[in-house]
């Protein structure tokens, strides 16, 4: 799996839009790009995968770079709630039984989300 | 929308003692996997499952044990609790096979166990 980096912390006030970056600039042709989020003490909860295209769902909205090597996953309204650690992984699809579809987490970004 | 449940939040256990943490999937899964989270050591992997009575052992195996009789349930046994096992104890599955080419990497997790053992 590619290596991210993702800043350590980013703060953002309630109601405003928080544009979490990550940076994949070893990614491969075939890998997806991930976030989870983890608010305390909670189990990690998917948001948002994508290849290339732009995506977007009820959670939040993921903008991919052209050459692929960054990404942000975008918050449209912030609120309270969204405080929590954020993850952002690169990898292959590991489809079938394997327990290489194992998930691992870096550091993530921890967003602060205040009033 | 994909629910797993995990049949406790808290428990507090002595040492010794058998445990038996469950844990249920309503989305026809065929991926399960048991993890434990501990500050500064991430997720590490415990078992995971890939078919009905079918499993793997996982980073960190030892003083576990695993359960797969049906689909939809995946218990994590600690044969004889120990203070090490402290931890905050996570249950995931995933598709597998099944789905769009990239959600079958998704993992869908509970709202974990935390487990003191005393």
């Known amino acids: 799996d590619a290596k991210t980096t993702q800043p350590p912390s980013m703060d953002c006030a309630e109601g405003r839009a928080a544009n979490l970056p990550c940076n994949h600039s070893?990614?491969?042709?075939?890998?997806?790009v991930y976030w989870y989020r983890q608010i305390h003490s909670q189990g990690p909860q998917y948001i948002i995968h994508g290849l290339k295209n732009n995506e977007t769902n009820e959670m939040a909205s993921l903008i991919i770079t052209e050459d692929r090597k960054s990404s942000t996953l975008i918050l449209p309204h912030a609120t309270l709630r969204d405080t929590a650690v954020y993850y952002c992984?690169?990898?292959?699809?590991?489809?079938?039984?394997?327990?290489?579809?194992?998930?691992?987490f870096g550091q993530g970004t921890i967003l602060t989300v205040h009033p | 929308d994909v629910k797993v449940t995990q049949s406790s939040r808290y428990l507090v256990k002595r040492t010794g003692e058998k445990v038996f943490l469950e844990c249920v999937q309503d989305?026809?899964?065929?991926?399960m996997f048991w993890y434990r989270q501990d500050p500064g050591l991430g997720l590490r992997l415990i078992y995971f499952s890939y078919d009905v009575k079918m499993k793997e052992k996982g980073d960190i195996p030892e003083g576990y044990s695993v359960s797969r009789e049906k689909k939809e349930r995946f218990s994590l046994i600690l044969e004889s609790a120990s203070t090490n096992q402290t931890s905050m104890y996570l249950c995931?599955?995933?598709?597998?096979?099944?789905?769009?080419?990239?959600?079958?990497?998704?993992?869908?997790f509970g709202a974990g166990t935390r487990l003191s053992v005393l």
């Open positions: 995931a599955s995933r598709p597998g096979t099944s789905g769009p080419w990239g959600a079958k990497n998704i993992q869908y």
């Open positions: 992984i690169v990898r292959v699809v590991q489809a079938g039984g394997t327990s290489y579809g194992k998930l691992t």
């Open positions: 989305m026809d899964h065929e991926n």
């Open positions: 070893t990614i491969s042709g075939n890998e997806y």
